[in-house]
């Protein structure tokens, strides 16, 4: 009787161990966000194993420029994640190019991709296929400290153009505020600068048109201004001290302990700069603003005073992801858990109607301004692609420091293009 329960449990024992093995692993990375947003992922994961107990799914974060470092090699590894977080853009379409990712066209069906916005769905396209999902929509604003503009007399109200807030900065300075918090070590939070002030002065179809070839290029007045106008910004000393040495997460707390009157970032920061703060709460609500992007009063071209920038963030799949992979970021994606996440004010989902659930001002005010802009820029250190991308990075931290001319930075980005 104990050699048959003895071999009664190795059997078992046995099963169990098979079962674990037979398990699908599906896993994800992703830029770290905040805690609010890591919960949800949580709560997600376990609604979905507890539905697919074959399915094991997990989430790796890591901070964004760890991540941007550690992607490409992941990519050309057997060690990749099966879904991974993506900004779209040309860098999107490079990985598909290099065969990363994998084409989910058929394996989602019309009732999913109803949900999305068709300029949501293209932005993880390519050809005509679909490679991935769109996850929510960001602008990039001002952040404005009500408290220490106030203490400067600066009305942030009525900042429209870009003398206005050329005129701002240096009353705040008279009045001893730090104007700006920037995270220049990372680069790419000062390329909103330089991207932004390219759209202003060249219109909505700058981009594009310098990436034809149409003209002179990324080399063209419009991005020749980009630099003028920037570098007019920065001789004033706008940022804090040191703000080349400081990363992009530091900046954001810093904003959030009251270091400086404006800080520009996405809409996402909302949550994690109150993290990153020493307080660990932040600013309050009552003390916060958002201010929109100054327009140039003499434009190279008209009809840039319309456009956002920001990004339509989402996910990729790569090349040997399962069905089950497929299947869990649709789950992620449906219409219930998006207005769990906008009623949370964790980010404004891309998901149709998702919007609706949205109690956070911030972010309601971000919807509107999407929602109502002549044209969209994805960032365009993603959008062109990652060599191209660099580049811009660099020429925006260059021209912060006056290390290079307008007209050198504009051409650096064009010999970029040319030589992707």
Partial sequence: MKAFVGAAALLAGAFVSQSALA??????????????????????????????????????????????????????????????????????????????????????????????????????????????????????????????????????????????????VKTLKDAGVTPIVAGGQDKWPLHFYWSYLALREGGPDAVTAAMSGEGDGFGGEAFVEAGKDFQELTKLEPFQPGFMGTTYETASGMFADGKGAFHLMGDWDYLPMRGRSQSGEGLPDSQLAIMSFPVIQDPVSSGGEGATLGGINGWAVTADASDQAVDFLTFLLNEDHQREIAKEGIFIPIVKGADEALENRFFQRVAKDIAGSSYHQIFLDQYLGASVGATVNDISADLAQDATTPEEAAERVQEAWDFR
Wanted: proline share 4%.
């Fill in 23 to 168: 398990q699908t692993e599906v896993k994800v990375m992703r830029v770290e966000p905040g805690d609010a947003e890591q919960a949800f992922y949580e709560r997600v994961v376990k609604k979905y194993e507890a539905a697919h107990p074959d399915v094991n799914v997990t989430f790796e974060y890591l901070a964004n420029e760890a991540y941007k470092t550690k992607l490409p090699t992941l990519l050309q590894s057997s060690a990749r994640p099966d879904i991974f977080y993506s900004w779209g853009g040309q860098g999107l379409v490079e990985q598909v190019e290099a065969g990363f990712l994998k084409d989910i066209s058929g394996m989602v069906g019309e009732g999913v991709l109803d949900r999305f916005p068709k300029a949501a769905l293209d932005a993880y396209s390519v050809d005509g296929k679909l490679y991935g999902l769109p996850l929510y929509a960001t602008e990039v604003v001002f952040w404005v400290n009500k408290q220490l503009t106030e203490k400067a007399g600066v009305d942030d109200t009525q900042i429209k153009t870009w003398d206005d807030l050329i005129a701002a």
